[in-house]
């Protein structure tokens, strides 16, 4: 009895013995060996495959004339710096080469000749060789049934110094435990998330106006703007913007199109990328819009606009053409439309519009002649409210006549006059009647009633072979004169008006 207890607590002197660590080697891998040359090592990037599994990649080339020992080894065990933390029981570890399991399981061991506390991981019997350039060497970490153990390199692995947590450093050795080739591998950082996309530029809104404006909202004959007339300035609006920012390479995100046509009032917007691609062609707006309104007023205004003024602007979008939000482009342009003026009639008479109860609407209309070779310009007269009911003038209850300011070298091109009173069936037809040579006018009797003036119209049939722009005296295109004249020929109010 005696004997058998002197036997164990000899064995256990033995055993204590035997953990003790030495110290003799402090630094990894805790022992005598050569370190370099050698054929092997471990390339530094480790690819994780989830689940604990972490794959190493082996490089086995010999350096160029190398003929030392450690550059003609085998490879027969793989030793990993690891925390003594990590030194639990019967841990949940394997390891494959090639997805093949090693005939030996990893196993993690104090490092007899370390100091204290140094422990490594070894997968030994791997029998690996100058032939199997890289290999996949994998571990799989697990915990034991208690929950204890390291699951990831950031646990498992002591780094060098000044290293982060999860570098690992491996020892290769043969089978001699000559040669310990040192590596140093981790799994690679994920990428610092990108900067947030910078935020894009805020959008130029831009909207292009042409309007109508009646300052005092009284125009005798209001006028408004065709379906057709909309359609064709607002297209026009739109491919010369469009054309412009294609030339000075300024982008349109939001096409420009056509908003909004109301009576007196077009609109078209769009959208550029930035307002510093709109403000590219800012030199070239600030002179359009003198463009789109000689469009609109012809350069010398129709009759049917007189006392409108029309207003072509860019800005942001807004209602109030003479006040519109600032945009990346801007620009402003308005013409007062007023009649020219004419040196008729060549009497003394009182010419003022409205004078009396009879007028001449400012729209003119066109229609085939009574001949083959004549067309026909048609005048409507309509009855007012005088400015001044009271007077000479106002109390006019009759119209005696009409008389145009046209060119008298051009007689021989107008055939006929037509006349037509309110109610009427038709025109009749008479010769033209002119003035003295140099007076410039062209006279048709009517003696119309306040009932047959109200829709009366009158007819120049003029030969094709002349315009009505030729015919007719004064700076605006396709637009007439004619006075209107009482019995007593002292009330002669003057109207214009154009072609539509």
């Not at 699951?151 to 310990?180: H, K, W």
């Not at 009284?218 to 909309?230: G, H, L, Q, R, T």
């Amino acid at each position: 009895m005696r004997l058998t207890v002197a036997v164990l607590a000899i064995l256990a002197l033995a055993i204590g013995a035997s953990a003790q660590q030495t110290g003799l080697y402090p630094s990894f891998p805790y022992c005598q060996c050569t370190k370099t040359p050698s054929a092997y090592r471990l390339s530094p990037t480790v690819t994780s495959t989830g689940a604990g599994t972490y794959c190493f990649t082996l490089s086995a080339k010999v350096p160029a004339g190398c003929t030392h020992k450690c550059c003609k080894a085998d490879l027969k065990k793989i030793e990993f710096n690891v925390n003594d933390a990590c030194d639990v029981f019967s841990p949940s570890l394997k390891a494959t080469i090639n997805g093949v399991r090693t005939k030996v399981a990893p196993a993690i061991n104090k490092a007899q000749n370390g100091p204290v506390g140094s422990t490594t991981l070894v997968l030994t019997q791997l029998g690996l060789g100058l032939g199997n350039d890289g290999a996949q060497v994998c571990i799989t970490l697990g915990l034991n049934k208690n929950g204890k153990g390291c699951t990831t390199l950031e646990e498992l692995c002591v780094p060098p110094a000044g290293m982060p947590a999860g570098v690992c450093t491996a020892a290769l050795f043969d089978s001699q435990n000559d040669c310990c080739p040192l590596s140093q591998a981790n799994v690679p950082s994920p990428p610092p998330p990108s900067p947030p996309p910078p935020s894009p530029p805020p959008r130029c809104e831009v909207c292009a106006y042409i309007a109508l404006v009646d300052p005092e909202n009284n125009a005798p004959f209001p006028y408004a703007f065709s379906a057709d007339e909309c359609d064709s300035y607002a297209q026009t609006l739109i491919d010369d913007i469009t054309a412009q920012a294609g030339d000075a390479g300024a982008t349109i995100v939001t096409p420009f199109a056509k908003v909004d046509c109301q009576e007196r009032l077009i609109k078209v917007c769009g959208e550029f990328f930035s307002n510093e691609e709109g403000a590219l062609i800012q030199d070239w707006i600030g002179e359009q819009v003198s463009v789109w309104n000689d469009m609109v007023t012809g350069g010398q205004c129709p009759a049917y606009l007189s006392g409108y003024s029309v207003v072509t602007a860019v800005g942001g979008d807004g209602s109030d053409v003479n006040s519109l939000p600032m945009s990346c482009l801007n620009a402003f342009k308005s013409t007062a439309c007023a009649p020219e003026t004419v040196d008729f009639p060549k009497c003394q008479c009182t010419t003022k519009a409205f004078a009396t109860p009879f007028a001449v609407k400012p729209m003119m209309s066109e229609m085939a002649g009574p001949s083959k070779d004549t067309t026909s310009y048609c005048f409507e007269l309509a009855v007012v409210a005088p400015a001044n009911p009271g007077s000479a003038c106002g109390k006019t209850s009759t119209v005696n006549k009409a008389e145009f300011f046209a060119d008298d070298t051009k007689r021989r091109q107008i055939k006929s006059i037509g006349i037509k009173p309110a109610g009427a069936a038709g025109y009749k037809w008479v010769a033209p009647s002119w003035g003295a040579v140099g007076d410039q006018t062209l006279k048709v009797t009517l003696g119309w009633s306040t009932a047959q003036a109200a829709g009366g119209r009158i007819c120049l049939e003029l030969y094709n072979t002349t315009s009505l722009d030729d015919f007719c005296m004064g700076a605006a295109m396709d637009t007439c004169w004619l006075n209107l004249f009482d019995t007593t020929r002292n009330c002669c109010p003057l109207y214009t008006s154009s072609l539509v």
